[in-house]
């Protein structure tokens, strides 16, 4: 009969920690992409991609960040907390959030504005091709 060479119970605490770390980089990952594609006006949908663990955070920030490193470094902080098995949220609370990623500017064609409602700076949306991109690097 086949058994285990050494007792799982002997090595399930490092797997464990090799999951909260692999978690932790899949999701610093994702808001890296969403930051570089995210567009920028204001700078206030980009503070306002938010990071949290074990249930979504509605909360809007009213902070600008033009540049992405603000949140980039409060996922990074929201992250130090992680647990194995934990669920991780990343939203955007921004009024403009839903509509930079389904379209539906509401003023039609204008310099900043597709046809179809969209940002110029982000076509395609932000967080569906942020997520593509990050299963494209993990396969």
């Known amino acids: 009969m086949a058994g285990w060479s050494l007792s799982p119970v002997l090595f399930a605490d490092q797997i464990e920690e090799d999951l909260v770390e692999m978690q932790r980089s899949i999701v610093i990952e994702l808001v890296?992409?969403?930051t570089i594609r995210a567009p920028i006006?204001?700078?206030n949908y980009m503070a306002n991609n938010i990071v949290s663990i074990?249930?979504?955070d509605y909360s809007v920030n009213t902070r600008l960040d033009i540049l992405g490193t603000e949140t980039r470094s409060a996922a990074r902080s929201a992250l130090t907390d992680l647990k194995p098995f934990s669920t991780v949220f990343v939203q955007n609370?921004?009024?403009y959030g839903e509509i930079i990623?389904?379209?539906g500017y509401p003023s039609g064609p204008?310099?900043?504005i597709t046809p179809d409602g969209f940002s110029r700076m982000a076509p395609k949306g932000v967080y569906g091709i942020s997520f593509i991109a990050v299963t494209e690097?993990?396969?």
Request: proline share 0%; aromatic share 4%.
């Open 32 to 34: 890296d992409e969403i």
């Open 93 to 95: 609370n921004s009024v």
């Open 41 to 43: 006006d204001s700078g």
């Open 110 to 112: 204008s310099v900043k």
């Open 101 to 103: 990623e389904f379209g």
């Open 137 to 139: 690097k993990l396969i």
């Open 54 to 56: 074990g249930a979504e």
